[in-house]
T-cell receptor
């Protein structure tokens, strides 16, 4: 079945460092791909998405490119801030299905 | 105005009790979901309703029963609560059953069974 694998955390960075959180997927067909962010004590928020190969999703300085050849959707940000500390979830929409499948989440800590 | 609101935010109860969690969305979305998040942050879908029709019913104990009185509301009733039911339960909605639009989540209900 469809699945999402993301790098284990926690990831600890200093402020202004470059961020990469790796995400790879297994799916039949052509799923849409998402990154969600969960701040402490809150629900998940949609951060960005891409619906077809080579699409780049971007929001709030974060970006990710849908790479079909490597089945990847890595999240990047050029300069992280303390306020980016959160748990980040990679997800895919199952083709022809009606549900979203989430990765295990990667916790990011950013130190001042 | 909160887009997807869940009540209560916290719920502490004893084993064997029956409890309900309520969810309401004011986005005009057609589809709503219940997800369970365990202590390691893993998210698992439980149920989905599209316009009051059940469309996803994952392998969940039948002690869990969802109910959607209209497309803006989705409730979750849990009978005979067990310690393993302790988790955060999230309600979410999407524009329609085409999940490519992404979800809007509520802020969660933390259920603790003692």
């Amino acid at each position: 079945g469809d699945s999402v694998t993301q790098m284990e955390g926690p990831v600890t960075l200093s402020e202004e460092a470059f961020l990469t959180i790796n995400c790879t997927y297994t799916a039949t067909g052509y799923p849409s791909l998402f990154w969600y962010v969960q701040y402490p004590g809150e629900g998940l928020q949609l951060l960005l998405k891409a619906t077809k190969a080579d699409d780049k999703g971007s929001n709030k300085g974060f970006e990710a490119t849908y790479r079909k050849e490597t089945t990847s959707f890595h999240l990047e940000k050029g300069s992280v801030q303390v306020s980016d500390s959160a748990v980040y979830f990679c997800a895919l929409s199952s083709t022809g299905g009606f549900k979203t499948i989430f990765g295990a989440g990667t916790r990011l800590f950013v130190k001042a | 105005d909160t887009a997807v609101s869940q009540t209560p935010k916290y719920l502490v109860t004893q084993m064997g009790n029956d409890k309900s969690i309520k969810c309401e969305q004011n986005l005009g979305h057609d589809t709503m979901y219940w997800y369970k998040q365990d202590s390691k942050k893993f998210l698992k879908i439980m149920f989905s309703y599209n316009n009051k029709e059940l469309i996803i019913n994952e392998t969940v104990p039948n002690r869990f029963s969802p109910k959607s009185p209209d497309k803006a509301h989705l409730n979750l009733h849990i009978n005979s609560l067990e310690l393993g039911d302790s988790a955060v339960y999230f309600c979410a909605s999407s524009q329609d059953r085409n999940v490519n639009y992404g979800y809007t989540f509520g802020s969660g209900t933390r259920l603790t069974v003692v």
